[in-house]
Each structure stands twice: as structure tokens, then as C-alpha cells.
């Protein structure tokens, strides 16, 4: 077993102090802006009754809590999250893997594509109402609108960018095009398809809380129009803290089954 050289280990204690210097700076900006916050509308710089302060959003966070109301609010925003995520991967890994099988049909496809990519998902939420209805079905709908169209797109385009080489090599062989797909596009776009999915779980967090908004009777997205309409603006922000808190969340946990996917892949290659 070769023991680390000099160089190798002040790389290594250089990279972890780093990490250490960029953790810390993280920390202490945010700790910096809530306490500017706070002192600001202490002292009066800003409304507190337009701006609220870290106090107040802590202090409904904890009422709500006590009568468990926003637990449910907060439920129901995460699962139709996770829902049309779920619905999201799925139906965009599979249908650009149709396109590449069906080249011809890609090309019929392309341009539908690009138009509903474009579209703007807010202008498609109050239809969605109408035709569905209001209900938690629609919200998941909304929610896989918005990233459904770019992520067959940019996995589709990623599966064109794999080694030709490699392809032709299994042509080579006398390959099928399923052992072309299952052997090389896919395993080589596990980075690409990880990727995706960092977008489109805040993607498809943006369309819950569109459909949320116009057609929703509970859920983070319905507290922050009624919290709007009643001048409760600490629910505003306390949920729009709490959307920022479940995104981090999920993009975390993406971004952990990632690296735990490459080391595997390392550890045995």
C-alpha cells in the first residue's frame, strides 16, 4: 500500500480548509442578513408590518405549529411536488427514449417541442383549471408542465452527444439499437440525467405553487395568496422561507443519490 506523498497531503488539508473557509463565509452572510433584518425593522428603517422581521416569521412558524395547520399545508405542497417530479422523470427519460429510437419521429416532434418548451406555464394554469377542474390532480398537471417539455429537450440532445465511437462499435458487433441504448446512451448519461433532475425538481416546485395559487384550497402556494389578500404578509414570507427551505432539501438529496451513484461507480467500475 503507497503512502500519501507531501504534495498530496497539502493538497488534501488545502481543499478541506477550503471547504472549511467557504462553509463558514456561507454561514456567516446569512447570519449577517437575518440579523440586519431584524435590526432594521427594530429600529424602524423599514415597515415591519410590510417587511415583518426573522422574529415575527419565527414566531407564526411556532403558532401554526402549535394548531398543526401548517403541517398540513406543508404536506400536501411537498407531495404534489414530488408527485409530478416522480411523473416528470419518468415520462421525459422515456419519451426522449423513444425519440432516439424513432428518429423520424424527433424530427415530426421538434418543433411542437420547442413552441410548448417556450410557452409561459402560467398562462397554461387557469386553463388547466377549467378543463381538470380544481382540484389536486390539476396542481400535479401545473407542476409537470413546467418541466416536462425542456427536459425531454436537454435529454433528448444529451443522448446525440454520447461517444460516436462507441456506438459504432457496437454496430459493429451486430448490436441492436436497445443493446446500443441500454449499453452506452444510457449508462453515459446518468450525469446528464442527474442533472436534469436538479432543474426540474425546482421546475416542477414553481408549477405546484402556479396551480396552487389559482386553483388550490390548501398548500403553501394557498396560504401565500390568502396571506396576500387578508395583509398577513408574515404567512407570505414564512412560506415563501418554507419553499426555500423544501427545495434545498430535494436538490440535496438529488445531489446525494449523485455521489453516491459515482462513488459506487468507482469503487467498482
Known sequence: MTHPSKEQILFLKKR???KILITVCRILIFVLFLSLWEISAT???????IFCSPGIIAQTFCDMCKDQSLFTHIGITLWETIASFFLVV???LGTAVVLWIFPKLSKILEPYLVVLNSLPKSALAPLLIVWLGANQKTII???ISVAIFGSIINLYTGFHEVDKDKLKLIATLRGTKLDALFKVILPSSVPLIFSVMKVNVGLCLV???????IGARQGL??????GSQVFKLSWVLMSIVILCVIAMVLYSLINLAEKLYLSKRVSHP
Open 16 to 18: 478541506k480548509h477550503e
Open 43 to 49: 429600529k424602524g428603517w423599514i415597515d415591519s408590518f
Open 90 to 92: 419518468v415520462l421525459g
Open 141 to 143: 398537471v401545473a407542476g
Open 207 to 213: 408549477g405546484v405553487i402556479i396551480g396552487e395559487f
Open 221 to 226: 402556494g394557498y396560504l401565500i395568496i390568502y
